[in-house]
């Protein structure tokens, strides 16, 4: 079954903690993007890879870091240095005219 | 930097009657205009993909238009399964900028 695959859906973390969010895709595409979502606010760029071994900055890259060692994963680390981590985490991939959504991964801090 | 601005935040509709969403931009390069529905809870689902100042695509109830400075999304006779947010996203080289979103409600 092809497509992008988060995990874990849920996660809780408790402050001072790093947690890693799992991004996976099986449907060859180059570009891959790390969104996140708060309630009544769009989507906002955390980072992107445009090929493997090369990731940019998004406009909110601070206290997250990512790697992108594969072509099929795009791990996100949100580091303890993040002071408002909790929110829905969206990963994405690119190819042609389409941008394709996984079903996104919730990220609280308790 | 690139902006996309949607309108209304919020739109409730009785079933059947007709409205449009807005979506203006102001992005350097555009490479694409971009529609998406996101249900709660869950990962946003592609729409639409336009180009080019001029044109239209169409899905069921649903047709997205393009101009130079914004696109609108045409809803004709909803029905409450199309009650999401529908959500605008302009790109520019693999930048993806999006706009906060319409959250559409649809009374039967």
């Known amino acids: 079954d092809g497509g992008i695959t988060q995990s874990p859906k849920y996660l809780f973390r408790k402050e001072g903690q790093n947690v890693t969010l799992s991004c996976e895709q099986n449907?060859?595409?180059?570009?891959m993007y790390w969104y996140r979502q708060d309630p009544g606010q769009g989507l906002r760029l955390i980072y992107y890879s445009q090929i493997v071994n090369d990731f940019q900055k998004g406009d909110i890259a601070e206290g997250y870091s990512v790697s992108r060692e594969k072509k099929e994963s795009f791990p996100l680390t949100v580091t303890s240095a993040q002071k408002n981590p909790t929110a829905f985490y969206l990963c994405a991939t690119h190819s042609g005219n389409t941008i394709y959504f996984g079903e996104g991964s919730w990220l609280t801090v308790v | 930097e690139d902006q996309v601005t949607q309108s209304p935040e919020a739109l409730r509709l009785q079933e059947g009657e007709s409205s449009s969403l807005n979506c203006s931009y102001t992005?350097?390069?555009?490479?694409?205009l971009f529609w998406y529905r996101q249900d709660p809870g869950k990962g946003p689902e592609f729409l639409f993909t336009?180009?080019?100042a001029g044109e239209e695509k169409e899905k069921e109830r649903l047709k997205a238009t393009l101009t130079k400075k914004e696109s609108f999304l045409h809803i004709t006779a909803p029905k409450p399964e199309d009650s999401a947010t529908y959500l605008c996203?302009?790109?520019?080289?693999?930048?993806?900028?999006f706009g906060a979103g319409t959250t559409v409600t649809v009374r039967a």
């Open positions: 336009l180009y080019s």
């Open positions: 449907l060859n595409h180059d570009a």
């Open positions: 996203a302009v790109q520019a080289n693999y930048k993806l900028s």
């Open positions: 992005v350097s390069g555009l490479r694409g």
